[in-house]
DNA sequence: CACTTGACCTGTCCGC
DNA sequence: TGCGGACAGGTCAAGT
């Protein structure tokens, strides 16, 4: 699912709720999604409280007490929902729906707080997981987090940061560079798509066939498309809910994404579908043209 | 090396 | 209606 946007709405929602909230017990069952053993991790989170909610690229990081982080990434499928335990039945707010029908077949671990309050980490594919890590150290020790480039939507994220990383990969095509979350951290594929079309490249043109000028208009691009999605509260297109268990309407302002066969609102041109670095990719050939007699 | 292709999973949708 | 195959927001390991 989650991409920055996705993951950084989930975030602003957990840390709302979560800081000052003491674990009571967590229950898991699908080990391989919280590969520290269990009983460790039971031991080490029960009694602590949380402390804040931050983010580095698709990865949510929870602050403890302790000396541990939790680190939880949500990949295709991956929810966390929190229900304050105050909700009661027959309300018929219609947001609250998910959070009664807690858990489900998808709750791979539940947190229960000591005020009654529960979280849940759904994922229907299982292909997410969740981490305790020592907080010290922790952005150069854990083998995932010193990998990821820069923060595309830091104030101090540059355009030759940007354009550096980018060209380390010129044999690559530029959808693929972008996907690349050791070049920019927090790009998915519907970004990915979004940003390529604002800047009218197309995805398979080459790295190095890519003019300064596009790569500083994906570069703008990227953190526009990324800052209107997390003021919409993030794409919903199947599995995404934020924490409140509640979609978000990023892509009623898509202009390519999943719109394939529809015509562009650029150029009125039909918008089609192709594989690009194994990914679906939705483009308006028309608006994004390759370069001629180049890949 | 740099780059590409499956595998990891479950669920849904589409064509026959 | 049933069944097979393709596909889905992401990353890895293994291949070329």
């Given at each position: 699912m989650?991409?920055?946007?996705?993951?950084?709405?989930?975030?602003?929602?957990l840390?709302?709720f979560?800081?000052?909230?003491?674990?009571?017990?967590?229950?898991?069952?699908?080990?391989?999604g919280?590969?520290?053993?269990?009983?460790?991790?039971?031991?080490?989170?029960?009694?602590?409280?949380?402390?804040?909610?931050?983010?580095?690229?698709k990865?949510?990081?929870?602050?403890?007490?302790?000396?541990?982080?939790l680190?939880?990434?949500?990949?295709?499928?991956?929810?966390?929902?929190?229900?304050?335990?105050?909700?009661?039945?027959?309300?018929?707010?219609p947001?609250?729906?998910?959070?009664?029908?807690?858990p489900?077949?998808?709750?791979?671990?539940?947190?229960?707080?000591?005020?009654?309050?529960?979280?849940?980490?759904?994922?229907?594919?299982?292909?997410?997981?969740?981490?305790?890590?020592?907080?010290?150290?922790?952005?150069?020790?854990?083998?995932?987090?010193?990998k990821?480039?820069?923060?595309p939507?830091?104030?101090?994220?540059?355009?030759?940061q940007?354009?550096?990383?980018?060209?380390?990969?010129?044999?690559?095509?530029?959808?693929?560079?972008?996907l690349?979350?050791?070049?920019?951290?927090?790009?998915?594929?519907?970004y990915?798509?979004?940003?390529?079309f604002?800047?009218?490249i197309?995805?398979?043109?080459?790295?190095?066939?890519?003019?300064?000028?596009?790569?500083?208009?994906?570069?703008?691009?990227?953190?526009?498309?990324m800052?209107?999605?997390?003021?919409?509260?993030?794409?919903?297109?199947?599995?995404?809910?934020?924490a409140?268990?509640?979609?978000g309407s990023?892509?009623?302002?898509?202009?390519?994404f999943?719109?394939?066969?529809?015509?562009?609102?650029?150029?009125?041109?039909?918008?089609?579908?192709?594989?690009?670095a194994?990914?679906?990719?939705?483009?308006?050939?028309?608006?994004?043209?390759?370069?001629?007699?180049?890949?």
């Amino acid at each position: 699912m989650p991409e920055l946007p996705e993951v950084e709405t989930v975030r602003i929602g957990l840390q709302q709720f979560l800081p000052s909230l003491t674990i009571k017990d967590v229950s898991f069952d699908w080990p391989k999604g919280f590969p520290n053993s269990p009983q460790l991790v039971k031991d080490k989170l029960i009694g602590t409280t949380i402390k804040k909610v931050m983010r580095r690229g698709k990865v949510i990081i929870i602050d403890l007490s302790s000396k541990y982080s939790l680190l939880i990434h949500l990949k295709m499928t991956g929810q966390l929902v929190f229900d304050d335990g105050k909700h009661h039945f027959g309300g018929g707010h219609p947001t609250d729906s998910l959070i009664h029908s807690l858990p489900d077949r998808s709750t791979r671990v539940t947190f229960v707080f000591t005020n009654g309050a529960k979280l849940y980490f759904n994922d229907q594919r299982k292909f997410g997981w969740v981490k305790l890590e020592p907080t010290d150290g922790l952005y150069q020790n854990n083998a995932f987090l010193s990998k990821l480039g820069p923060e595309p939507l830091e104030d101090s994220y540059t355009f030759d940061q940007f354009t550096s990383a980018v060209q380390k990969r010129s044999g690559t095509s530029i959808k693929a560079a972008i996907l690349d979350q050791s070049v920019v951290a927090g790009v998915g594929n519907i970004y990915a798509d979004e940003g390529l079309f604002a800047a009218r490249i197309h995805p398979v043109t080459k790295v190095a066939d890519v003019s300064i000028i596009k790569l500083k208009r994906l570069y703008t691009a990227l953190r526009e498309v990324m800052n209107l999605s997390i003021a919409y509260g993030g794409s919903s297109d199947r599995n995404y809910v934020d924490a409140k268990g509640k979609k978000g309407s990023y892509l009623t302002f898509a202009k390519v994404f999943r719109l394939e066969g529809k015509p562009c609102s650029r150029c009125g041109r039909i918008i089609t579908k192709i594989r690009v670095a194994g990914r679906g990719t939705h483009v308006c050939t028309h608006c994004q043209k390759l370069p001629k007699n180049k890949s």
